[in-house]
């Protein structure tokens, strides 16, 4: 009777050792840590987000506890990620080199305060002081960032997130949507603005899907850090 006691005891430790282990794990609810995704489908998904002559010899990062860690370096001034502006969110998109300049350092950040239990309206206090003084860069000539998958599930008006279909965004410092007389994301219209008026606002341009070869190809050379 004494070892089905200590082997119960023994048991009984284990499965609450599981435990926690699955609780630290797990994501809860409300949490600002957007979920972590195995590295390839993450890979193939920022990737979906280029054109495919681009994808091809873009760089690209991949998010992990501590922030996002790049797994491939670019040879043609391109960068895929997958960006959460929100954590629930999902934003694949892939940048010139101008947006890797001035767009991609602030993603960075956000992600590394986010890892650091940092609360929203702290990360958002941050970023605005860091644009007041110049620590992020804003464009210095038109650009484009493509985000052309399917799988956009980004932030719409009510602040809550939704899916969009495949567009082009374009640097627009300080741009509005009276500036390109558009009645914003709700009015509808071929493009508006988001962002209105701040130093990273883009004019969004809504595209028909691309059907590009398969975009998992790209990361043969993406097994681990170049």
């Known amino acids: 009777m004494s070892l089905i006691r200590v ?122 002081d860091a644009f007041a003084k110049g620590v992020f860069p804003t464009p210095t000539r038109p650009g484009v960032i493509y985000m052309l998958s399917t799988e956009n599930l980004v932030p719409n008006d009510k602040g809550s997130v939704a899916a969009f279909p495949p567009h082009v965004m374009f640097y627009g410092t300080h741009l509005t949507n009276a500036d390109i007389g558009s009645e914003g994301q709700a009015g509808g219209g071929p493009a508006f603005v988001v962002n209105e008026g701040a130093p990273h606002a883009l004019v969004i341009v809504p595209v028909v899907a691309h059907t590009g070869s398969d975009h998992a190809s790209t990361d043969k050379s993406s097994d681990g850090p170049q």
């Open 7 to 128: 082997f119960l005891l023994g048991l009984a430790a284990q499965i609450a050792v599981s435990a926690v282990a699955v609780v630290q794990s797990t994501p809860t609810a409300g949490s600002q840590q957007p979920p972590l995704m195995e590295h390839q489908k993450e890979i193939a998904l920022a990737f979906s987000a280029c054109p495919p002559s681009v994808a091809s010899k873009a760089g690209v990062y991949v998010l992990e506890k501590s922030g996002y860690v790049k797994v491939r370096d670019s040879r043609n001034g391109f960068t895929a990620i997958v960006q959460h502006s929100l954590p629930r969110s999902q934003e694949p998109q892939c940048m010139d080199e101008e947006g890797t300049r001035t767009f991609l350092p602030r993603m960075l950040k956000v992600a590394e305060l986010r890892a650091q239990g940092k609360s929203p309206e702290e990360i958002k206090r941050f970023v605005a």
